[in-house]
Structure formats: C-alpha cells, structure tokens
C-alpha cells in the first residue's frame, strides 16, 4: 500500500529551524506514477480503472528536471507558471499551504479567483510582520479539511501489476 497522507497544521508560532533541502522527498518517479494513480481513481469505468501521466519530455535541452528553478520557487508560482499555456482565470487553485504574500500577489495577477489551502502552518508569522490574513481583491481562500487518500498497489488489476513490474 501506498499513502498519501495530508495533515492540517494549526496556527502557530513555532518554526522548524530547518533550513535546506529535505532527504526524504519522493523520486520524480514515484511523484509521477502517483498523479497517474490518483488519475486513475477519477475513472467512472466500472471494469478498469487506468490512467496515463506525461510530465515533459524528459531528454531536451531545457530539462526541467535538471534546472534549479524548479526547485527555487513556490508550489503556487510553480503552477501558475507551468500553466502558460492556458488561461487561469477564473481558476481554483489547490495548495498545501495558505500563499505566502508574494504567491498572493502571483495569484491576483493570474486572475485565480479561489484558494483552497490545507494548512495556515505560518499564520502567526504572517501576522507578525503585518501580512495578509486574506487574499486580496475579493479573492476567496477557502480551508480544506484533511483529508488521507490512499493507493492500494495490492488491489490493482493483473495487467496493471505486469506493467508496473517492468518500470521498477
């Protein structure tokens, strides 16, 4: 089994103190077979239920995954940026933390007009230097409740284990 666990934090005041990257982050792999996973579950086939992700082209000249700008900004920024394609407006937008200012500022420009956020984790930091507690110009932040999804690998079908052995 597989799980994905999400933990609302409360208002607080207290900071980690770490800085730096973390060493227990997922591989690019595991992320990817993971969207496709919970792509998977949308299905309304009651036989099968697949699903394909196709990140990037991996082998280009401008790879993503060797830049160090994927990793330098924001979740929100992150997306809205990697969006350019389409138009945002009007959009929601699904994070795991409440906008920093600066992501909040990104957020207006792109026309997103909802925020759903799981955790305020730095409300009180916020609030310290005088932040918004809001998103400004009537855009709406709504608190998601936590939730736990969770990815069974055991109960996949034949086909899909035979697949899955050959990428790992």
């Known amino acids: 089994n597989a ?3 999400f933990q609302a934090n409360s208002c607080s005041s207290q900071s980690s103190g770490e800085s730096g990257k973390r060493a227990d982050y997922i591989s690019w792999e595991e992320y990817f077979m993971s969207v496709a996973f919970l792509s998977a579950q949308r299905s309304k086939d009651p036989a099968t239920q697949a699903a394909a992700f196709l990140p990037w082209q991996r082998q280009t000249p401008g790879d993503p995954l060797g830049s160090k700008y994927l990793f330098v900004c924001h979740a929100e920024m992150n997306a809205i940026m990697n969006k350019n394609s389409a138009d945002v407006r009007d959009c ?3 994070v795991a933390l409440f906008p920093c200012n600066e992501c909040a500022k990104i957020i207006v420009q792109s ?3 909802e925020v759903v ?5 730095y409300c009180a930091h916020r609030a310290e230097r005088g932040g918004q507690k809001n998103l400004p110009d ?3 932040a709504v ?3 936590p939730a736990s999804i969770v990815i069974d690998f055991d109960q996949l079908p034949e086909e899909t ?3 899955l052995a050959l990428t790992l």
């Open 3 to 5: 799980t994905l666990g």
């Open 92 to 94: 929601t937008l699904y």
């Open 111 to 113: 026309g997103i007009t």
């Open 117 to 121: 956020y799981l955790s305020d984790k």
């Open 138 to 140: 009537g855009r709406r």
């Open 143 to 145: 608190h998601a409740e």
């Open 161 to 163: 284990e035979a697949a």
